[in-house]
C-alpha cells in the first residue's frame, strides 16, 4: 500500500461544487483512470482518501491537498498524468509526492490557509489601509455569528494571522489574508470584512496556499 499527497486546484466552473460530490469526482476519476485504491476494513468499505480542509462553496483555490492510499506503488509523475486526462476543465492535479504510511492526517496537520479576496466598497485606498490598522492592532475582537436559530460567538481577532490592502481599483478591494484553520476554527474571509466596515459580500475568495505543520 501506498499514500500519496496531491495538491490539486479547483476553478471558477468548480466553485459551486459541494465537498461531497468533489470526492465523487476524485472517484470517478480513478476509477475511469485504472487507480485502485486501498479500501477500510468493516461492514462498508470505502476509498481512503481524505481532503486537508473542505472548501467552502463559492470560493476557488490554488491549493487544495489530498492524501490517497493505492493498493499498488505509482510513481507520482505518472499518476498525475494519468488522473488529469480523466478530470474535467476547472480541476486539475498540480502536483504529488509520495508520504509516510504512519504520518498524520491532513486535517491534523493544517494550521492556517490564505486568501485573495475581492470585495466592493465605496472606501478610499487610504480609509480601507486605516480600517486594516486599527483591526491589527486590537488585541481581542468578540465576534457573533448567526447559524440557524443559534448564535455562536468568538474571538475573530485571533483567527487572523495576517492581513493587508492588495490594492484598491473601480471599487473593488484586493485583500490579502492568512487565516486560522485547524481544529480550534477555521477564519472566514467574509467575516473579516464585514469587521473592516464593509457590507459587501465578496466577489470572489481564492485560497491561494495551505499551511501545514512541517
Not at 475511469?32 to 482518501?49: D, K, L, T
Not at 509516510?100 to 491534523?108: G, H, I, R, T
Not at 481577532?157 to 471599487?171: C, D, F, I, N, T
Not at 477564519?187 to 466577489?203: H, N, Y
Request: hydrophobic residues 40%; neutral net charge.
Amino acid at each position: 500500500m501506498q499514500r500519496l499527497r496531491v495538491k490539486y486546484q479547483r476553478g471558477e466552473n468548480l466553485k459551486f461544487v459541494s465537498h461531497l460530490d468533489i470526492i465523487r469526482l476524485w472517484q470517478r476519476a480513478f476509477y475511469r483512470a485504472g487507480v485502485e485504491p486501498a479500501y477500510s476494513e468493516g461492514f462498508n468499505p470505502h476509498p481512503r482518501m481524505a481532503l486537508a480542509s473542505p472548501l467552502p462553496v463559492g470560493y476557488t483555490s490554488r491549493a487544495e491537498f489530498m492524501d490517497l492510499y493505492t493498493s499498488a506503488a505509482l510513481s507520482p509523475h505518472y499518476f498525475e498524468d494519468l488522473i488529469n486526462r480523466q478530470l474535467p476543465e476547472g480541476v486539475k492535479i498540480l502536483q504529488s509526492c509520495v508520504v509516510p504510511l504512519e504520518q498524520d492526517s491532513l486535517q491534523a496537520l493544517v494550521r492556517q490557509a490564505e486568501y485573495l479576496v475581492d470585495v466592493r466598497t465605496c472606501m478610499s485606498l487610504a480609509e480601507c489601509r486605516q480600517a486594516v490598522d486599527e483591526f491589527l492592532a486590537k488585541d481581542i475582537l468578540v465576534w457573533q455569528l448567526q447559524r440557524q436559530d443559534k448564535v455562536k460567538e468568538y474571538d475573530l481577532r485571533v483567527q487572523v494571522a495576517e492581513l493587508e490592502v492588495v490594492s484598491l481599483a473601480e471599487g473593488v478591494l484586493r485583500l490579502r489574508m492568512l487565516l486560522q484553520c485547524d481544529s480550534k476554527g477555521a477564519g472566514r474571509p467574509e467575516q473579516l470584512t464585514k469587521a473592516l466596515g464593509i457590507t459587501e459580500f465578496p466577489l470572489s475568495v481564492e485560497r491561494r496556499r495551505l499551511v501545514l505543520e512541517a
